[in-house]
């Protein structure tokens, strides 16, 4: 029997694992809203707000942490180049003013390491572990000094789930183990569990799994479209309609309308540009955030 470190509760954890998604959820004609913010180390706020006049700098989701094939976890601490400290703190000063809906973390996941074994069995204890880990980096990035309670967007990790070897679609069974482990790890702590992946990668690793959890979905360049990067003139605009070929594609059995359909990435050069949909954000948590 695994012991699970609880941490105080400080958000709901919306329910969830491998729900096969037969209806998509209903939203309401206001939900044609939503806010831009950033990821990762790039665009920082200022060359967000060059790109992107108009538009404020509401939300931002920094690398809290990353698995290693070799079986290994490692913390970014707040203010390092992937979890950076201008965008941390021009949305936590956002939030904290009464707009968008602050910081959040996403935590890279990879394949089942050689150094476990490979079975089904393997791949929970493997998600597991990696999960327990990314709910204390989050921790202990949140009481970092000088950040301290600066992830507000409802207390929420991101499994960040790509190809290029961190995974393979192999053994769906075992990726399916790790990925059931890992959410398990993470609500387990009082924690909200996303995410982020393409539709194409989610199919490889994880066939017609439905999802189940807050969806934030990777998509083209914008530049090979328009480029400019596309960025809305208002920060009321369409959900999702500003992307490749008219819209956000969403991946097990979620769709735009649904209110798991939390948020999507499009790139401008190194840049990566994130827009949440913000009804659905305050549907989904009870919240009534605001641009």
Known sequence: MRATRRIASRRFAIGIVFVLLSATVAVPAWADTGILGADSENPTATVFATNCPGNNFDSYIGRIGYASSNGSTTINLPGTTWNASEQLNIAHTRFVDGHGIGDAGYFPIVKLPSSYPQ???GG?????????????????DNSTSGYVNYYESQWTIYADIEGTGWFTGANEIINEAEWAGFVEAVQGNDINVGAYTSPGTWTTYFGNEGVGVLEWTTHWSESTITGTGDCPTSNAFAMFNNGPAGGAVFFGGVTTSSN???????????????????????????????P
Request: include cysteine.
């Open 119 to 121: 079975t089904e069995q």
């Open 124 to 140: 929970t204890e493997w998600g597991i572990y990696e999960g327990d880990q990314a709910a204390s980096y989050l921790e202990t």
């Open 260 to 290: 798991l359909a939390i948020g999507w990435q499009w790139c401008l050069g190194s840049n990566d540009y994130d827009q949440i949909g913000l009804s659905h954000f305050n549907t989904e948590f009870g919240t009534s955030y605001s």
